[in-house]
């Protein structure tokens, strides 16, 4: 199983990025694709995630009205566009899957994941 994350940036505060998580070897329908991102020197926290069975989301209470998750079953990818940036979502952004029960399934918590991919910077400018 590979996640390639991407979409790296540096944009001000108050603009948008979109990051992107192609995921490939094996069949994901039945697995939660989720956003976690980290600071230096802080734990990896929790951003955002989707079942992709149904398509129900959470997000973290930081995030929520300005950041979407979502996915495109076609080219097995998922998206994290972040809108109205702040200095403060400056992390290294990783994806992540996580196998469950195929409706509702959306970990918040790393351990309940079973693949990661690489980190990705986005730093916003104030």
């Known amino acids: 199983v590979q996640l390639q994350a991407s979409g790296r940036g540096l944009v001000q505060a108050g603009g948008s990025l979109r990051l992107s998580c192609a995921a490939s070897?094996?069949?994901?329908?039945?697995?939660?694709m989720g956003w976690f991102r980290q600071a230096p020197g802080k734990e990896r926290e929790f951003v955002a995630v989707?079942?992709?069975?149904?398509?129900?989301?959470s997000y973290a209470d930081s995030v929520k009205g300005r950041f979407t998750i979502s996915t495109d079953n076609a080219k097995n990818t998922v998206y994290l566009q972040m809108n109205s940036l702040k200095p403060e979502d400056t992390h290294v952004y990783y994806c992540?899957?996580?196998?469950?029960?195929?409706?509702?399934?959306?970990?918040?918590?790393?351990?309940?994941?079973?693949?990661w991919g690489q980190g990705t910077q986005v730093t916003v400018s104030s």
């Open positions: 992540a899957a996580a196998a469950g029960p195929a409706l509702g399934y959306r970990p918040r918590y790393r351990h309940q994941y079973d693949y």
């Open positions: 989707i079942n992709w069975s149904d398509g129900s989301t």
């Open positions: 070897g094996r069949t994901f329908s039945n697995y939660a």
